[in-house]
């Protein structure tokens, strides 16, 4: 049981930070006026019409999601890069397969239409 002891000690002061944190911001916070809420954040124009009301084609969400699945994909041929002096030509081989498949996919996607959104 002495072995489960820091892990404890460590949720506690966990737990602790927490409900100091957010006393602290509760006692510490400025007042603020209801009516500056309202206000434009970034452009200084007011809104014309509620959030809600702006539809996006789903073309630019799958035009999102493939941004990111690609960028991730690309993400691993920096540790390739690195060990390439270690993994010699089995790893060069196994590269060459990852990304003749992140290719296909990305022609795939590209004769579909789904990189062109607008």
Do not use: Q
């Amino acid at each position: 049981m002495e072995n489960y002891l820091p892990i404890l000690v460590f949720a506690l002061v966990s737990v602790l930070f927490l409900v100091a944190t957010l006393v602290a911001a509760k006692l510490f916070r400025m007042a603020g006026s209801g009516a500056t809420n309202d206000d434009p954040y970034e452009c200084g124009n007011p809104a014309v019409t509620l959030a809600h009301d702006n539809r996006f084609s789903i073309r630019y969400y799958l035009l999102a999601v493939l941004f990111v699945v690609f960028d991730v994909e690309t993400v691993f041929l920096f540790p390739w890069a690195v060990m390439f002096d270690k993994l010699a030509l089995f790893g060069f081989i196994e590269m060459v397969v990852f990304l003749v498949i992140l290719i296909i996919g990305y022609v795939y996607a590209w004769n579909r239409g789904a990189l062109t959104w607008a």
